[in-house]
């Protein structure tokens, strides 16, 4: 879809989740018609660390972003994508934006303010999923 709308003019953007190949650099989001990319390429890592299996997972495009540690990845894609909007505001085409939260996915970890949110529920696993 992203290569059809590029091609129709569209500015195109993905941030979040990939999660549609890496082994090849043609599986990329910036070779599958996405003009740009914010997130990670693998499944399951670690919401605030970025990491899985020891290995870092957080780019832009082609290249390693070292965010954070502290900040939780739904807070960093949903400022990259507010970011997006504003900056594209001035612009003459049309936005293709692409958003894939990591939530819900493992591991289960949220911030604990959302897991006050439903202290009533008696499962730690339901609180955070």
Not at 12 to 36: E, I, M, Q
Not at 66 to 83: C, E, I, K, M, P
């Amino acid at each position: 879809m992203a290569e059809k709308l590029r091609n129709a003019g569209y500015a195109t953007h993905a941030v979040g989740k990939w999660h549609l190949g890496f082994c090849n650099k043609k599986y990329l989001p910036t070779s599958r018609g996405f003009d740009h990319h914010y997130g990670f390429w693998l499944g399951a890592q670690g919401y605030y660390s970025h990491i899985r299996d020891h290995g870092y997972d957080l780019r832009s495009d082609l290249n390693i972003v070292h965010a954070d540690n502290r900040t939780y990845s739904s807070d960093l894609f949903g400022y990259q994508a507010g970011n997006i909007i504003s900056n594209h505001r001035k612009s003459k085409k049309p936005l293709f934006l692409y958003f894939a939260f990591q939530s819900v996915h493992t591991p289960l970890q949220v911030p604990i303010h959302y897991q006050k949110m439903y202290s009533n529920v008696k499962s730690s696993k339901r609180r955070k999923f």
